[in-house]
């Protein structure tokens, strides 16, 4: 499955008008020079992170600085707001490496965001455990709930796969905080929240506090955590 990506641009001239769009962000590989994002656009990491690189770069022996492509991608896309090319390239004056082999990583994780995104950035997961849950309706009320809030480009809006709390489905991640358990009203109410500084993690439903069963257990009855030494082997 494919991620989509819908954009409300703030500083982006993709869009003429405020409306959400749906484009495959995520498989064009390939860059384009917008007035905000190409090769003239000045980045260098602030001082602070300037510090923070050199601890991150002690953790590799010095000739495998290209081991640190992805941690200096995530503080440049933190300090920056985005991947741009310039945080790229200046990853890959650090870590010594062709210009290339960190556009083939920040192309390739779909965490790196190549283009300018929200201050609330949300992706909705809507692999197999979630879509099985709602999060269609989920994708959909979130998509349409932007599409009609967005006048400062406060929100950008992603379908991601597998956020990995299948236990809660349906997930949305903001700002890589985890919103569980949603619904359509749900995800409008964490957006709405969100703005005011007031979304609270987790599940959102306030079925559960965490990841228990919803309902009657259907297994593990026992009184006892279940032994797995009883039926492995020692020898391993
Ligand atoms: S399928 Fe959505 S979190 Fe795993």
Redesign the pocket.
């Known amino acids: 499955m494919l991620r989509r990506f819908v954009s409300v641009p703030r500083t982006l001239p993709l869009r003429a008008t405020n409306v959400a769009a749906v484009r495959s962000h995520h498989i064009v590989g390939v860059h384009r020079d917008t007035k905000v994002n190409n090769q003239k656009t000045p980045f260098t990491f602030s001082d602070e992170n300037k510090k923070e690189i050199e601890k991150i770069l002690a953790k590799y022996p010095p000739q495998y600085k290209k081991g640190a492509i992805m941690p200096l991608l995530d503080l440049g896309q933190h300090q920056h707001g985005f991947c741009s090319i310039g945080v790229m390239n200046e990853v890959a004056k650090i870590c010594e490496v062709p210009p290339m082999r960190v556009y083939e990583v920040a192309s390739f994780y779909t965490m790196f965001q190549r283009e300018p995104i929200g201050k609330c950035h949300v992706g909705v997961?809507?692999?197999?455990?979630?879509?099985l849950h709602g999060?269609e309706d989920v994708f959909a009320a979130a998509k349409d709930f932007v599409k009609n809030n967005n006048a400062d480009g406060y929100y950008s809006l992603e379908e991601v796969?597998?956020?990995?709390?299948?236990t809660?489905?349906?997930?949305a991640e903001v700002n890589n905080i985890y919103f569980e358990d949603l619904t359509s009203e749900g995800i409008v109410q964490v957006l709405k929240d969100f703005k005011q500084g007031k979304a609270v993690p987790g599940p959102y439903a306030g079925k559960r506090k965490s990841c228990e069963p919803e309902g009657e257990k259907t297994s593990l009855f026992g009184e006892k955590a279940f032994d797995v030494r009883t039926v492995t082997r020692t020898d391993i």
Not at 125 to 131: E, G, K, L, S, V
Not at 161 to 166: L, M, Q, V
């Open positions: 997961c809507t692999n197999i455990a979630c879509m999060a796969e597998c956020s990995g709390a299948c809660n489905a349906p997930v």
